[in-house]
């Protein structure tokens, strides 16, 4: 053999002990059905179907679903009803629960030491298809809101829209109707007193002691 043949076998040898090394020294990296890749968390089922069902639920159906959840304390029940409350039409829901309305919102009266402060704008957005004996329960759950927290709920009524704002302050002059008027208007007096109220919010407070004076 001559010289250059030998050489050029040599160099040939060489590339392919190169080609073989590298490619022993990097494998490819399969991913199989059975093995999820370090990292990355796989989707359960379970969960997303129960959120898919829960999107699809209205308002309604998602209210008493929460109100029958015998799995949820009463206060865990009271603050997811809270989150759906505002435009819940009870009309509707008197419908699908089988006349469970006015239950429903006596037991929220029950349990209105629940419901946040931060919640009333919701409420007073609740009162689409009130009648009889559901808008006196539903007066009586804005009048003790007031009553226990009235920079709260004056500064939700006066953010909110008009229809709601007068229904609201309606429902807490009937709410109060049970106590003495004049008793009433002393302590609404005597809290303003020591607020710096919007013009707004103090529009509020004098259209709610106007109501007072006739809450029928």
């Known amino acids: 053999m001559s010289k250059g043949s030998m050489f050029v076998s040599v160099v040939c ?4 002990l190169s080609v073989t090394v590298g490619c022993a020294s990097s494998p490819v990296k399969q991913y199989t059905d059975a093995a999820v890749p370090s990292g990355e968390k796989g989707v359960n089922p379970k969960q997303s179907a129960a959120n898919t069902q829960q999107t699809r639920q209205s308002k309604e159906e998602r ?20 989150d759906d409350l505002a435009g819940i039409q009870w009309g509707k829901l008197n419908k699908i629960s089988k006349h ?5 919102i006596e037991y929220l009266y029950r349990q209105r030491a629940f419901i946040p402060s931060e919640s009333f704008p919701n409420v007073i957005r609740a009162s689409d298809g009130l ?3 559901l808008s006196e329960s539903y007066a009586a ?7 226990r927290d009235k920079t709260a709920m004056t500064r939700a009524l006066a953010n909110t829209d008009k229809s709601y704002r007068v229904h609201g302050i309606g429902s807490i002059a009937y709410g109060l109707s049970y106590r003495e008027t004049k008793v009433v208007k002393r302590e609404i007096r005597q809290w303003q007193a020591g607020q710096k109220l919007t013009v707004a919010e ?7 002691l106007v109501k007072l004076d006739d809450p029928y």
């Open 13 to 16: 040898t060489l590339l392919l």
């Open 63 to 82: 209210v008493l679903s929460f109100y029958k959840d015998s799995s949820l304390s009463d206060e865990e029940k009271v603050h997811h009803i809270m």
């Open 100 to 104: 469970q309305s006015l239950e429903i």
């Open 131 to 133: 009648d009889g004996a």
């Open 141 to 147: 759950i804005m009048g003790e809101l007031f009553t």
């Open 202 to 208: 103090k529009q509020v407070i004098r259209a709610l």
